[in-house]
Every structure is written in structure tokens, then in C-alpha cells.
């Protein structure tokens, strides 16, 4: 069994790496860019292969399904590269292919805000996939980089789920027929993500996860929600947990450079913080209510945990 | 029998593939950055991707020393991919591992000018190998790339010479003590270049191979003394050919954007073009001119067309 945490935004330090490491996950992907330019996010990159290097008894940096299978045999946690921006791009069609050589897998292709490759749920309106952004899907499809449209807006989204040739990924929100908030996905985009063969990573994140952020097993009903509503291939996990991040962190990702005022990002709503998921070690809560919530048998609990990510990632992947 | 040009810095196209195919040149080493900066640099590795695939009948980007052996067999010409500067860093360590993996695999320290690495051949103080500059050589060391040492400033060679923990290389430069040139190479570099296992690619460039340029007879006697000098392990061809450059490629060699000054470059020398090697097709004449010099055994000549260069990538380059 393979456990997969399909986004975290956490800044991680040996100690996350050794919380990873206990909970037994497979596998994570991280946050490298949510602004940053390409020159900044090679900064980030250079930085993963240190830490790489550096706690290499307890992750690996993966390029391949194939790697995430080793490390776990391995007992190590797999780095799965990520940005949740088309930033790092700088407008240039090649350097998706470059990234990728710089061992860059998952890209989401609007952070909060409009940019040259389409529309973000928190705009008034949403320019669809652009021009651009049509080329760069294309690219991501051939090089063999997951696209990400987790802060995507709607119409952008589904332009962007039927121009793939790949399957894509929603890596971490809700449903919104679940829980009503912007960066949730209403049915006709969850629908079309799952017609394609993409997976939704349902986030543990209070602000989206409203109710059901509650407790393990509110969550876990969530899950079976969303399961009723795309079918068991089609859901797994995306935490968006953000350990040991601190108010100029949260700054950086609500205002970037684009703005001078307050901007709540995900926290319009007003749900408490949850306490049973903050760190990797709470897993365990997860798989527990899962077990213990009736709905699912062990071979579905095993595609929500990492199966269902796994499927996706060697289809998408390439060496 | 390898053939191998240790450097050019042609404005390569389909046509000039096909001379390097026709000519059975199995690797070259090119040229994708003379002041370009990280970004830049990558805009032109990116062009090499395109090309690569557009022309993947005649070329084929090459990463390791058995890709240019495989590339051989199959009769296809190995780009080898260089740039003539450090400026691709952006005075970045990190930069140097992720530039690796996007491709590049020869590195000259400094072009014409003083940089952040060391002194170049062209500047009245030569700082020698910096404290950046010691780590850079280091990085390259520790994970696979060529040091070039072309331009580099004479006290800057020896300190880098001395700092590498592999073997390096002078891609396109000739002995001074044969024709006196500010880019040519006094004894005291050259026989520790040699100490340390390096190779040294000797250029048919008119202003830098005077009146050794004059023939493809003068060539191979240039070659025949320069391996009296430092020994026929240490001795390849690097021509410094430019096919396919105007005006307007010239005034960027010469005068980047740090000066509005006329400069003249290596056309310092008054030396006519020669007219024996204006294109790979005529490697011939080389080729022919070692074998009737007298001077070199059949095992001989296959070390300077391409033996050595080989020994020196299959110690250094690492996939």
C-alpha cells in the first residue's frame, strides 16, 4: 500500500522530513513556486537537490512512478517537484521541457491570480485556456509534466481537461456541491476531470474543507461524498498542509507582488483550524476513519490513499 | 576512428548538420552562450531541444561519453553542448547542477572579460580562480562538467588547473610560444594542463594560428610541435569554426553589452582567413596533412582527431 499526500506547501526541515518518513508516506509533492520567476524557482530547485542530498536517508528527489515504488520499498519519502504557478515559465514555451529536466513534474497553471496560461478561481472573470496556455498544455502532455488546476478557474479548467492528452489533476480541493468556496469545483469540472482519468486530491485544509474539517471521520464522509459523486478512481488525497510556515509565508502566497492590500486567499469563509491533521503523523486518523466509515473496502481505501495518484503518475510521467 | 571538434561557435541549420554528417564528424562541442545570462541561455539550450529533434536524423544531443559513441555508430554527429562564459549562473552555485541537468556539459570559466569566476586572457590584472570561482569549479567536479579554459586569464587557468579535482581542458587555443597571442597558452599552462591530465584542442582560427594557418601542411606541423611540447595524450582539435556568422554575430563576441567601444577581439594579429577549413567537410585536409606530416603513428592521429577528447569526456562527464 502506498500512502500519497498529492500537495503540501509545507517549508520542510529534517524534522518534517523525519514526520514524513514515520507516517510511512510514499510519496509528496511539494510547493517550489506560487510567484516566483524562473530564476527564483531554479533558486528552490537548487535547493531540493541540497536537501535531497543532504537527508538522503529519508527522501528522494522522483522523476518516475517507478522511483516513488523504490523509495517506498526503500523506506524513504518520494519529493515529487511542484509549482503552483505557470510563473516559472517566464512566458517561454521551451522551458516547460527544461523544467522537466530540472526534475519539475507537477505544474498548476494559475496560481490566485489571471496569467498568460489562463484564468484563477478567485478572478471575476476568466479568460479560458489562452492561446498560450493551450501550447503549453500540449507541451506538458509531450514532456510528460502533470497539470495541475487546483487554483484554476472553472472555464479555464475544463478548456484545459478537454486540450490535454493526458489526464490531469485537481491536487488538492473539495467539491463545491460539498462545501461552497471559490476554490472548490463544481460537478461539471470534477465530472470531466474524472471522464479524462484525472484524479482529485481532496484537501484536510479548514478553509475549504469547511464541515467536513471537523474531525477524521467528517472527513472520511467527504471522501465517500466525493467518491458517490466520481466514482472510486478518481479521488485521493491533497492535503495542502503548510507545516512551519509563519505570517510572511501566508503573506507571500495571499499578496505576492501584485497587490499592497489585505488579501484573505482561501480564508473568506471563517472555519476554526482543525487539530487532527498538522503533520504527516496524522495519517493514521485518516486511514482509521476510512476503515472504520462502512463505505469502502480495503482495495478502495488502497486507490484513495496512493493508488489512484500512482495510476496518474505513470501515465503522465516520463524519465 | 572518433573524429572531434572540441568547440565551434557556428550559427548552426540543417545545412551545416548535414556538412558535419557528410564529414562523419561524431561530436562537436557548441557553442550556446558568449555573455548570455541564465535566462538567456536557456532560451538557446531550449532552440538546441528544437534543433535535436528537427534534425534527429543527423544529430543527436550527446550527455555522456557512450552517447557519442552510440551516436557514432549510428551515424549521427553528437552535439555536445558548451558555453563560452559563466555568466550563465547568475552567480549561482546551484545553477551550475541544474544547467547540467538541462544539458550542458562544457563550461569556459570567462570569456573576454574579468567575471565573478576569474581573470580572462584579455584583462590587464588577472584576479586568479575566486573564492565563487573555486567553488564553481568544484560543483562542475562534482557533477559532470567540463572546465574550458580557452579565455581564461593565465593565473586564473593555473589556480583552476590546480583546484580541479578532475581533469580539465583548453577546447580552442594554441601555444603561444608558436604564435604570440594574448588567447594563446604560454608553456608554464600547457605542461600543467597536461600534468593533470587535460587536453588541449588546437584551432585552424587565422588569428590565432598565423602563419600556422597558412595550410593544412602548417596545421599539422602546429600539432606535431605542440605535442613535442606536451605529449600526444594531451593534444585535440578544437578549430573555433563559425560557420553562418555575420556582422552583427561578431559585434556580440567582441563587445556584448559592456562596451559601446570599437574591440577587435583575436583580430588583434594581422592574418589573413585561410581558406583550407571554412567548413567541417574539410576535416579531410587535416586529416590527410597528419598522415603525410611523417611524424605521427596511425594510433597517433586517431588520439588528436578525437581519442583524447574522449578519454577526457569519459572521465568527466557523469549521465
Known sequence: MLLIDGLECSNYNREIFRELHDAKVSAVTITAAFWEDALETMDELGRWNDRARNNADLITIARTAEDIESAAAGG?????????????LNDRLRFVELFHRMGLRVMQLTY?????????????????????????????????????LSHVGNRTSL??????ES?????HAN??????????????VLKALADAGGVLGLAT??????DYATSPQAWADMVARTVDLIGIDHVGIGTDLGQNSGDGDLDWMRRGRWTRDAQPGAAL???PEQDWFRSPTHFEAITSALRDHGRFEEKD??????????RLYRGVFKP
Request: proline share 6%; glycine share 10%; aromatic share 4%.
Open 76 to 88: 524513504r519519502t518520494a519529493v515529487i517537484l511542484g509549482v503552483q504557478n505557470s510563473t516559472p
Open 112 to 148: 490566485n491570480n489571471q496569467n498568460a496560461v489562463g484564468g484563477s478561481c478567485y478572478e471575476p472573470e476568466d479568460s479560458g485556456l489562452t492561446r498560450f496556455g493551450r501550447e503549453v498544455v500540449h507541451e506538458m502532455n509531450r514532456v510528460g509534466m502533470l497539470v495541475d
Open 159 to 164: 478548456e484545459a481537461i478537454h486540450a490535454s
Open 167 to 171: 489526464p490531469v489533476a485537481i491536487t
Open 175 to 188: 467539491p463545491a456541491s460539498l462545501v461552497e468556496h471559490p476554490r472548490n469545483k463544481p460537478d461539471d
Open 205 to 210: 485544509y479548514n478553509n475549504i474543507a469547511g
Open 269 to 271: 469563509s471563517n472555519v
Open 301 to 310: 481505501i488502497d486507490a484513495i490513499l496512493g493508488g489512484n495518484w500512482m
